[in-house]
């Protein structure tokens, strides 16, 4: 959920496709036109919110390499535009959820769209030791406490696949 209440992918925020469509130069492409066109806090000057990564489930991954991939082609209508333009995360918990959906995110230093922080007096992997009396050794454990959240939607964009 987002601050406004509404879904973080939503037709409302322009950032989710009005249909699925799989991995094509035209989704990615129409994917690319909305990030872009996104609008400042104004509503009005547009943030140019470019897509910096494509983000697939594990079912996705060949067909994404495909359309990242840099092609000698021999006709302007050949030519992959994509090419160089993404990074591709692939991240198989994704497919629990669907093994069609796909996503773009902005570059993190462009708009701030996930804030990952720790908590105050944790900042970083806690690590606690003591002596063992019953063994000789030390024990050791460590603990990483920490959180994440959605900061803007504009960053991000869905498309459910096909």
Do not use: C
Request: glycine share 8%; proline share 4%.
């Amino acid at each position: 959920m987002a601050a406004d209440s509404t879904a973080l992918f939503h037709a409302n925020h322009g950032n989710l496709a009005s249909s699925g469509g799989a991995i094509s130069v035209t989704t990615l492409g129409a994917a690319r036109q909305a990030m872009r066109l996104q609008k400042g806090l104004d509503k009005s000057t547009p943030i140019d919110a470019r897509p910096k990564y494509l983000v697939t489930p594990a079912a996705l991954e060949t067909v994404a390499e495909q359309y990242l991939t840099q092609l000698a082609a021999n006709q302007a209508s050949s030519v992959n535009p994509f090419s160089g333009q993404l990074t591709l995360i692939v991240d198989p918990r994704l497919d629990a959820k669907s093994a069609t959906a796909w996503y773009l995110a902005s570059d993190p230093n462009v708009i701030d769209t996930i804030e990952f922080a720790y908590l105050e007096e944790a900042q970083g992997p806690q690590i606690l030791l003591r002596e063992g009396w019953d063994v000789d050794g030390m024990e050791f454990k460590v603990r990483l406490d920490y959180g994440a959240g959605v900061l803007d939607w504009r960053g991000l964009y869905r498309n459910s696949g096909a």
